[in-house]
Every structure is written in structure tokens, then in C-alpha cells.
């Protein structure tokens, strides 16, 4: 299949590369900067360009993976096209691609880094489109690169994307909140290291609320108040352990 990745960032990267090493040509690599578009460009043997004006007409798919908020710039700077227009965003509706009679959305439900490999082998990849069988091409494809392919709907990928804030986001400004607590004791994250591997190993295997532990879950009061009453002096850190704390005791 003959592709064009508009973008060069995180997703755009490991994604055309994916696509690449499963023999899919990537015709071009679209970035605002054509020093970006050129390094992706480079992986992948595509052309380079930063301007839309040199966007090819006849690709059969053309990939946004761009920034949420930029996506609404792109659609409008590009031409109409006959291939099948997608994106790449979790919090965005399939109807940000309305102007084009092709359209659909190859979601890579991962936390991606430019410099750090995925396995996208296990990937999860949601798919959508305005098109019964462009959603079957999709499918298709994502299938290539993935051994979890769903077909997801807009709403559907919308609360996808909010637990995974709270999952993902959310869980890693705690490490840092734990971070600086343990920095103001004069002791090292690496304590909390093997305490992390176990939980994140204990939900693969069962449900979160057969594996909440901690004072709130046996609602310890006296514990509770010991920790409350310890961080008194960081306002921040207080607010979200007592928020916390209530969240997990109106669930016992």
C-alpha cells in the first residue's frame, strides 16, 4: 500500500516504521520542519516535504499524526483526496475528517518515545471509518503490525483515552509525588522500583478492585490520619492523598 505520514513525531515515527518493515511503501513524510520530515523520511526511504502543496494526490492512505490540537490546521491546508484520510488521535471524532469522502481513524493505543522500541506487535490499533470496507481495509492492515485490532467507535475512543490518563497519566505524577517525598526523607525512588514491578504485574493477572491494598482499602483510620497529619507541610501532596484516600474508601 502507498502511504503518506503527515507528521514526524512520536506516533508518526514507530508507526511508519511498523508500517515500513511489513513492506508498505511510505511515499512521503510531511513535517513543518523539513529537517523533522527528512530524519523519518530517512528510516522509512520516503520523500521529505513541509509544504502541502507537494502532498501527492494518488497515495492510498494518507496518515495524520500530528498533535490534537493541530489536527483541525492540517485537514484544512490539505487538498481533497481520493485515499482513504486518517488520523492517529484517541480524544478526536471521526467527523474532524469530514471533507474528505474517504475517511477513518488507525488508533495505536500506546505511550510512544521517539528513541525507545515497541514491541507493536502488542500495540492494541482501534479503527473507524465512514466505510464498511475501508473499515475492513484498515483492519486488514493494522492486523499486519498488530495482534490487537478492534474496531472502536469515536465515543468509544474517547473514554478509551480518559482511563488512560488516569492508568497511565495520572499513575506516573504519583511516582513523581512519591519521587519527592522519599527525596525530602533522604531516601532513593529506586525503593519503590520492585513495589511498582508487583502491582502492574498483579493487575495483569486480575481485576484492580480484587487488588487495591493499603490503609483506605481496610479503612485504617488510624494509619490514614498518621499519613494526613505527616504531610500537613505539602499542601499539594495532602490534597491528593486525602482525595485519593475518600475515592478508595467510598469503594470498599
Known amino acids: 500500500m502507498d502511504i503518506v505520514i503527515i507528521g514526524s513525531g512520536n506516533v508518526a515515527t514507530h508507526l511508519s516504521q511498523a ?3 511489513q513492506k508498505h511503501v511510505i511515499k512521503q513524510v510531511y513535517s513543518r520542519s523539513l529537517a523533522n520530515a527528512n530524519d523519518l523520511a530517512q528510516k522509512v526511504g520516503a520523500e521529505p516535504i513541509n509544504n502541502f502543496k507537494e502532498l501527492l494526490s494518488d497515495a492510498e492512505l494518507y ?3 500530528v498533535k490534537d490540537d493541530a489536527i483541525q490546521y492540517v485537514v484544512k491546508s490539505m487538498p481533497d483526496l481520493k485515499g482513504i484520510v486518517t488520523h492517529t488521535a484517541g480524544s478526536i471524532g471521526l467527523e474532524v475528517l469530514d471533507k474528505f469522502s474517504n475517511s477513518g481513524v488507525f ?3 500506546q505511550t510512544f518515545t521517539k528513541h525507545s522500541d515497541v514491541d507493536f506487535s502488542q500495540v492494541p490499533v482501534l479503527i473507524e471509518s465512514n466505510n464498511n ?3 475492513t481495509l484498515l483492519m486488514d492492515l493494522a492486523r499486519q503490525i498488530s495482534e490487537h485490532v478492534i474496531e472502536a467507535s469515536s465515543k468509544q475512543r474517547g473514554d478509551l483515552h480518559i482511563a488512560a490518563v488516569f492508568a497511565c497519566n495520572f499513575v506516573n505524577h504519583m511516582y513523581r509525588l512519591a519521587e ?3 527525596n525530602d ?3 532513593s525512588f529506586e525503593l519503590l522500583k520492585p513495589l511498582i514491578a508487583e502491582t502492574a504485574n ?3 493477572q486480575l481485576s484492580p478492585s480484587q487488588t487495591q491494598t493499603g490503609p483506605a482499602s481496610r479503612n485504617d483510620q488510624q494509619i490514614i490520619s498518621k499519613h494526613i497529619n505527616a504531610l500537613l507541610d505539602k499542601p499539594e501532596h495532602h490534597e491528593v492523598y486525602q482525595l485519593l484516600t475518600n475515592s ?3 469503594r470498599i
Open 19 to 21: 508500517l515500513f518493515a
Open 202 to 204: 498483579k493487575v495483569k
Open 63 to 65: 496518515i495524520i499524526s
Open 248 to 250: 478508595i474508601l467510598k
Open 133 to 135: 470496507a475501508h473499515t
Open 185 to 187: 526523607s533522604g531516601l
Open 107 to 109: 488508533y495505536p493505543f
Open 180 to 182: 519527592e517525598t522519599l
